[in-house]
């Protein structure tokens, strides 16, 4: 079955920008998560949605957002776009909580602020 | 809250040597454990994960970990590495109460053919 999705692959943006990242989980799999990774921070948690509700947030300031569509595919949003926000992002699904299953990652996205 | 450290960032060995990664967790209670493997150029793949009873899980690619309550330690193992094997290792926890996964900062293995 197809993995996790990630689109695009690569997105270049200007400090101030905001972009909108995607991702299609594993058919049949309801939760999605999204992490931020870094060569200096490894893997930081942003939030989880399982059934189009978030259900856990991590530690990022508001310009972060996300959703999910009830068919389970989910964005992430960042606005006012910083230096700092440059990144791999990464879509992790799992069939229910995470932290039971495991997640199936996607490749990512990595984005470059300039 | 939850928190993971991997205390080798940069490990290398010559193939057939013997491995073994440090992982160690914060929380005292019930946890979940996991390790992940990136691939250069793949996308992080789960390894093996431990939830309860035999405290020695095994996983793909010839690899095993052992859960030590006692040390908080989840160490990953593999008798003899190849060169294949070479790749960044994730320590993960999940702890009771919190429903995210935690990650550790990451070890890179470097096998030398």
């Known amino acids: 079955k197809a993995g996790v999705t990630q689109t695009p692959r690569y997105l270049i943006k200007t400090r101030g920008q905001q972009v909108t990242l995607s991702c299609s989980p594993i058919?049949?799999?309801?939760?999605v998560s999204w992490y931020q990774q870094t060569p200096g921070q490894g893997l930081q948690f942003l939030f989880e949605y399982f059934s189009e509700t978030q259900r856990n947030k991590g530690n990022f300031p508001g310009r972060f957002s996300g959703r999910q569509f009830s068919n389970s595919r989910s964005e992430m949003n960042v606005s006012t776009l910083e230096l700092g926000d440059s990144a791999l992002y990464l879509c992790?699904?799992?069939?229910?909580?995470?932290?039971?299953?495991?997640?199936?990652f996607g490749s990512g996205t990595r984005l470059t602020v300039v | 809250a939850q928190s993971v450290s991997q205390h080798n960032h940069h490990v290398i060995l010559s193939e057939a040597a013997s491995l073994e990664l440090g992982c160690n967790y914060s929380?005292?209670?019930?946890?979940?454990l996991f390790w992940y493997v990136q691939y250069p150029g793949q996308h992080l793949q789960l390894l093996l994960k431990y939830f309860s009873g035999d405290p020695l899980v095994k996983g793909i690619k010839g690899f095993e970990a052992e859960f030590i309550k006692s040390k908080f330690s989840f160490n990953l193992r593999k008798p003899s590495v190849q060169w294949s094997d070479t790749a960044e290792y994730f320590c993960a926890v999940n702890s009771g109460g919190y429903q995210k996964v935690t990650f550790g900062t990451g070890t890179k293995l470097q096998v030398i053919p």
């Open positions: 058919s049949g799999h309801r939760s």
């Open positions: 992790a699904s799992s069939p229910g909580q995470a932290y039971l299953y495991g997640y199936t």
């Open positions: 929380y005292g209670g019930t946890v979940n």
